[in-house]
């Protein structure tokens, strides 16, 4: 490895720390967001109605803002940045920040007035309850502006990742999380409502999300201005690669959308379930996994834009590398200790004992994919980075076909679970096809290197980790002067210790590079630090 990519494969791990750091934080807020539905809400109808309305505009979220747009522009913006076009950088996002609120200011009007349409279309099952169908349309027409506040923010997300700066957008999730924290807590008791104050902090999370990042784009020099010369080349890039882009997130959406209306036709509490469940699965991508690919897209892009093919395959074998060390593990983890983190986290209130069973059982079934689920995190940016938007759609239209099918299948002996493992199965599919497709692509100019024995060390180790966990289900431990739900607090404690020392004490024995990558990144910034004061 020579000294330049020694150095980028050090920037994307700094930059991947950075953003898992404050996920994290943003993360645990999530939990704690988690618990105050949970207990305010439970898995009832209210719930339900709350969690369809939330993922309409979460959807478009995903389909407009952090999913196509960011995307398309990100390699383009990243390729004027490289090129020393700083000026015309900013021209450039100042246009797309103006099409894009024009854009999605009719969205959001169109989603308000046909809201009683939506809702039947993406929960049909909810006009068997007339209260929990009102419901939904009412919270949907109120959060729907949610999606143009986003989607401005998701841009300037972008824009400041392609600048290498990753902070500020890393921490706008946790004034979400708060703004939702303090409106069920503050207006709840005023409003007698738990679904429409979280409703209301939804909102709010919006609006403080993008205050948060203008003062931080008109520092790096891309202050926010009408500008409308839509015409400019990399504007018509940009929107030429969205298309593809759009359709194939679209085609995600499709799934999730698919799973929603099929949950609709179950038991009452069957969406909260997979909600529930997704929120513990998206933890540990979060973290990591979301982190290295929002780091890796502009790094990608950077290599591709100056076809330096070599850092290219330096960044994304050790993405890959590092999402293994981390996901193989997390995996068996939730595996494990599924049933004791839903009872911690969300048993009171509303939220009972029936609950906690099928939450965690959902969690194992969606688990099962969370290898699937990371690596595509890393592996479609690979695509976007090269300007290529077109085979993850004809990709993940076959990883469609294959969760339509295994939806319908299983869904019928397993209920909900069938549905989330579906969800695994084509995640899987969709995951190696594209791996194989990248590598046909790229052939000799890309080597995808240390994988089988960055597999091998860490199936080791998570094995060892795993029978670590299980001897413990082994000793009967004993707490007097405990209550019950302190010594199941301190007892699952005790499980995650172990297994993060195990693992990493296995790990280091093994002598696994991306644990001293990890290593050597903390002793620098301790270095640093000392150096400084």
């Known amino acids: 490895m020579t000294s ?20 994290l934080l943003s993360r ?5 967001r988690d618990m105050v539905t949970a207990n305010y809400l439970g898995t009832s109808i209210y719930a339900d109605a709350f969690f369809v309305a939330f993922r309409i505009p979460n959807l478009l979220r995903r389909l407009f803002g952090e999913g196509s747009l960011t995307a398309a522009f990100v390699p383009v913006f990243s390729g004027y940045l490289a090129a020393g076009k700083r000026t015309e950088a900013k021209e450039i996002a100042q246009t797309a920040m103006t099409l894009t609120a024009i854009c999605l200011t009719l969205i959001t009007i ?6 009683p349409f939506i809702i039947s279309v993406i929960a049909p099952g909810f006009s068997a309850t007339p209260e929990k169908y009102e419901l939904a349309v009412f919270l949907n027409r109120l959060m729907f502006p949610y999606i143009l506040l986003i989607s401005l923010v998701a841009l300037a997300m972008g824009i400041l990742n392609a600048d290498n700066h990753f902070l500020t957008p890393a921490l706008a999730p946790v004034l979400l999380n708060l703004c939702m924290i303090a409106a069920a807590l503050g207006l709840t008791p005023f409003l007698g409502n738990a679904a429409l104050a979280l409703a209301i902090g939804v909102l709010c999370g919006g609006f403080a999300q ?38 194939g997130l679209a085609i995600t959406q499709i799934t999730i959308f698919c799973n929603t209306l099929l949950a609709s036709y179950l038991v009452d509490g069957s969406i909260s379930y997979l909600y529930f469940a997704d929120r513990l699965i998206q933890f540990p991508l979060g973290i990591f996994a979301v982190a290295l690919g929002t780091a890796t897209l502009p790094a990608l892009s950077r290599s591709a834009a100056k076809m330096e093919w070599d850092d290219y395959s330096t960044t994304f074998s050790l993405a890959l590398r590092l999402l293994i060390f981390i996901t193989l593990p997390a995996m068996a983890g939730l595996i494990l200790l599924s049933k004791p983190i839903v009872f911690l986290l969300f048993e009171r209130g509303h939220f009972g004992a029936h609950s906690t069973t099928m939450v965690a059982q959902t969690i194992v079934a969606y688990a099962t994919g969370l290898w699937a689920y990371a690596a595509l995190r890393i592996i479609v940016p690979a695509f976007h980075s090269l300007q290529d938007t077109k085979t993850p759609v004809k990709v993940g239209a076959i990883a469609l076909l294959v969760n339509l099918i295994a939806a319908f299948t299983l869904m019928h002996f397993f209920q909900h679970l069938g549905l989330a493992l579906a969800t695994a199965i084509s995640s899987a599919v969709n995951c190696l096809l594209l791996l194989a497709l990248l590598k046909r692509r790229l052939g000799d100019e890309i080597k995808i290197t240390g994988l089988p024995r960055a597999f091998s060390q860490t199936l080791f180790a998570t094995a060892v980790m795993t029978l670590a966990i299980l001897g413990l289900d082994q000793i009967s431990l004993t707490a007097p002067g405990y209550s019950s739900h302190l010594y199941d607090c301190l007892r699952l404690i005790l499980k995650l210790v172990t297994a993060l020392s195990v693992y990493f004490l296995c790990s ?8 001293k990558e990890l290593q050597n990144l903390t002793s620098r910034r301790r270095k640093r630090k000392s150096t400084n004061t």
Do not use: D, Y
């Open 4 to 23: 330049a990519q020694s150095k980028n494969s050090r920037s994307l791990i700094k930059n991947a720390g950075i953003i898992g750091l404050a996920t």
């Open 28 to 32: 645990i807020l999530g939990f704690v």
């Open 110 to 115: 169109c989603g308000i007035i046909f809201s």
């Open 210 to 247: 993008l205050f948060l990042q203008l003062p931080v784009l008109k520092k790096h020099g891309f202050p926010w201005r009408p500008r409308f010369n839509f015409r400019h080349p990399a504007i018509k890039r940009v929107l030429t690669l969205m298309g593809p882009s759009l359709l």
């Open 508 to 515: 280091r024995i093994l002598g696994s590079p991306e644990l």
